[in-house]
């Protein structure tokens, strides 16, 4: 495993965590920074000007990656149906549901974004079962941080979002990413980039 990090992590990419998948395993892949956004605009693909640099980029990097290992390159627009990516993350132990319903990752906090996967025959390692962060993150500031209260434990309401970034206000979650997502203490320390936040909201938002 800790060889498949080091060759994932030179693709600026990070192994986030390890799930098992029937008798063999799933490995996830997420950007890993500081580093990945600068290494990814420098890339053919973004640079092409043709559709969905990302998802391109993903599927040349983690493709390779799949094939060096001897497994299946997965990602989530695969489908349908779509590959279970949330139930792999909750169960590699890596990853819980935040009191707002999204995925909080033990380091990347709410900025947690998994760009593939690689499905191998082995069998899973065992998965120590670590508490959520969430359970002593004080205040809980990803709660509030919302303009509108879009997100809850339940559900998302992507009407209300939507709305508000149509508005006047919405600068900053525009240009900078969800106003939840950046209140989280994990999140502000995980060293995430701008640029890279404001490419993920126009493709959520275009205008």
Known sequence: MARRAEEAARLHLELVGAAPDGDGTVLLLAP??????????????????????????SKRVIGGLARAWGGEALFPSDGPPYPPFISWALAS????????????????????????????AEPAPPTPRLQSPCAHCEGQPCRSACPVGALGPDAYDTAACHANLDSLDSAECLSRGCAARR???????????????????RAFHPR
């Open 32 to 57: 890993k920074e500081p580093g990945f956004w600068p290494a990814f605009t420098r890339s053919a693909e973004y640079r092409d000007g043709a559709p969905d640099p990302l998802d391109r980029w």
């Open 93 to 120: 132990g890596r990853a819980w549901a935040s009191p707002v319903g999204l995925l909080v990752h033990e380091r990347m906090g709410l900025w947690l974004s998994l760009r593939g996967a690689v499905r191998l």
């Open 183 to 201: 209140a989280c203490p994990l999140s502000q320390a995980y060293g995430r980039q701008d640029a890279q936040s404001a490419f993920h909201m």
